[in-house]
């Protein structure tokens, strides 16, 4: 049994699962920088924190051969996440306590869940005891990000809910510090490359965002005119980045 998550009653990631992969992909590009960034090489043995379908996982076990475990709340996410990388190790943790032996992986991957998390630094904290020598990798948008995100145009409190609730991107990096990682550094990636059109509509209709069940009926009701229309004015305009940040920190082995 895991304590409460933050999201307990709005975010339900069991519900969110069957639908996830249809509307969230992550980009081959991305993947090539996260490699580079975190020096990946072939048989990394590597930790996914908050893997939900485990999307990344599939491709770096492909291109690396990686030895995977995947770590989530939601045993909805796992169950996808096993179907596709029957290889792959799935755990039902909560990032807070890794039922995990210390000085293990050549990597950490966090990608778009420390929002969820009620205290991050302590995830943070694991995944440097988990670390044998390597890179803890987290993947977040930043409030300048948040506040320039396409869906703030059309629901008034889209950018306040989610600067509430994703951290500071210089918080992390200190708390990254703090655990004792070294070489901490961030730069903006281009997380998907996004297309206006009926497609993207049928996602922000389904609530793609978790941030959209956070938002009140009328308001997205509202919001999702206001984008059709807009969507409708617009047709045929060449795809808008997705940017998001990428904050990359290492563990050195000490001999
Ligand atoms: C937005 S999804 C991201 C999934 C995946 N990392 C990706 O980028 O596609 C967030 C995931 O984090 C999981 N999660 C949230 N809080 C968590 C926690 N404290 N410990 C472990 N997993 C958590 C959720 O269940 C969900 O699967």
């Not at 980009?27 to 893997?51: K, M, N, P, W, Y």
């Not at 703030?152 to 500071?168: E, N």
């Not at 009328?218 to 807009?230: I, L, T």
């Amino acid at each position: 049994m895991l304590a409460p998550s933050l999201d307990e009653g709005r975010i339900d990631y069991d519900a969110i699962s069957t639908q996830y992969d249809g509307f969230r992909g992550i980009s081959a590009e991305l993947v090539d920088v996260i490699v580079t960034e975190a020096r990946l090489s072939q048989g990394a043995r590597i930790l996914d924190v908050g893997c939900g379908t485990g999307t990344i996982d599939v491709m770096l076990e492909k291109r690396l051969n990686a030895a995977i475990i995947g770590v989530d709340r939601s045993l909805g996410m796992l169950t996808a996440a096993r179907a596709k990388l029957s290889e792959g190790r799935w755990i039902h943790a909560d990032s807070a306590a890794l039922p995990l032996r210390s000085d293990t992986f050549d990597c950490v991957l966090m990608l778009y869940v420390l929002h969820h998390m009620a205290d991050f630094s302590v995830a943070i904290r694991e995944a440097h005891r988990l670390l044998r020598s390597g890179a803890l990798v987290i993947l977040t948008a930043s409030h300048e990000q948040i506040e320039s995100s396409f869906a703030s145009r059309f629901f008034p409190s889209y950018a306040a809910l989610d600067k509430a609730r994703f951290p500071k991107v210089g918080a992390i990096a200190a708390a990254m510090k703090e655990a004792g990682f070294t070489d901490v550094a961030r730069r903006s990636v281009t997380v998907a490359k996004v297309t206006f059109d009926e497609h993207y509509l049928e996602k922000v209709r389904n609530k793609h965002v978790s941030t959209y069940l956070l938002i009140s009926e009328d308001e997205f009701r509202h919001g999702f005119e206001r984008m059709c229309s807009y969507v409708a004015e617009h047709a045929g305009e060449p795809p808008l980045n997705h940017e998001g940040t990428l904050i990359v920190g290492r563990k050195k082995e000490f001999h």
